[in-house]
């Protein structure tokens, strides 16, 4: 079992929440490139959950934990 950081967990949300507040603050700051810049930036988050959605699905690798360490009946 490979132990994960606080860093691999959370990276990728925290850097997408920062995406979609400088998004924001990009929207309100002028016009031209500012909107420009808020559009990419408010699109990254839903660019990344489309890249995920749309990956096909793992299958369980045989003998995975959750068949190894059953509780007994």
């Known amino acids: 079992m490979s132990h994960k950081t606080n860093?691999?967990?959370?990276?990728?949300?925290?850097l997408l929440g920062i995406a979609t507040m400088l998004g924001l603050g990009a929207g309100l700051i002028g016009d031209g490139g500012w909107d420009t810049a808020a559009g990419l930036l408010l699109a990254a988050p839903l660019v990344v959950t489309a890249w995920y959605w749309r990956?096909?699905?793992?299958?369980?690798?045989?003998?995975?934990?959750?068949q190894r360490f059953t509780i007994p009946a």
Do not use: T
């Open 55 to 66: 990956r096909p699905s793992v299958s369980p690798a045989r003998g995975s934990r959750s």
């Open 7 to 14: 860093r691999r967990i959370f990276g990728v949300p925290i």
